[in-house]
C-alpha cells in the first residue's frame, strides 16, 4: 500500500543534492552506517516500504561510539526503547516548548 508514496518521494529526491554527511547515517533498511549521498537517497525511498530494523539500528550506532541521543517530540516512547536496547546510549527528551529553550540555551 505504501509503494506509491515510495514512488511519490524517489520523484521529490529526484533533483534534491545530498551532500556527503559529517556522521554516518544508519538507515532502519539495512542497519548499517553510510556516507555515501546516493546511497541515501536510495534508503529514504526504501524506507517508506521496508521493514523497521530497530534493534539493529539502535546497536549500530552503539557500536559507532554514540553515547548521546535526543528524542525530538512530546512522549518519551523512543527513550524507553532505546533504554531497553543499548543502555551505553543516553537520551534525552525534548518536547515541550521550555524543553526546547533549555537546550538551545
Same mark, same amino acid.
Do not use: C
Given at each position: 500500500m505504501? %509503494?506509491?508514496?515510495?514512488?511519490?518521494?524517489?520523484?521529490?529526491?529526484?533533483?534534491i543534492v545530498v551532500s556527503t554527511p559529517s556522521v554516518p547515517v544508519v538507515?532502519?533498511? !539495512?542497519?548499517?552506517p553510510t556516507q555515501?549521498?546516493?546511497?541515501i537517497k536510495n534508503l529514504l525511498?526504501?524506507?517508506v516500504t521496508a521493514p523497521v530494523r530497530w534493534e539493529e539500528s539502535v546497536?549500530?550506532?552503539?557500536k559507532l561510539g554514540v !553515547? %548521546?541521543?535526543?528524542?525530538?517530540?512530546s512522549g518519551a516512547v523512543l527513550k524507553g526503547l532505546v533504554g531497553r536496547t543499548a %543502555?551505553?546510549?543516553?537520551?534525552t527528551t525534548?518536547?515541550?516548548?521550555?524543553?526546547? %529553550?533549555?537546550? !538551545?540555551?
Amino acid at each position: 500500500m505504501m %509503494k506509491p508514496a515510495a514512488d511519490r518521494l524517489a520523484a521529490a529526491l529526484a533533483d534534491i543534492v545530498v551532500s556527503t554527511p559529517s556522521v554516518p547515517v544508519v538507515a532502519n533498511v !539495512t542497519a548499517e552506517p553510510t556516507q555515501d549521498p546516493a546511497q541515501i537517497k536510495n534508503l529514504l525511498i526504501q524506507q517508506v516500504t521496508a521493514p523497521v530494523r530497530w534493534e539493529e539500528s539502535v546497536l549500530a550506532i552503539a557500536k559507532l561510539g554514540v !553515547t %548521546k541521543a535526543y528524542e525530538l517530540g512530546s512522549g518519551a516512547v523512543l527513550k524507553g526503547l532505546v533504554g531497553r536496547t543499548a %543502555k551505553s546510549i543516553a537520551v534525552t527528551t525534548i518536547g515541550e516548548p521550555h524543553e526546547v %529553550k533549555a537546550f !538551545t540555551a
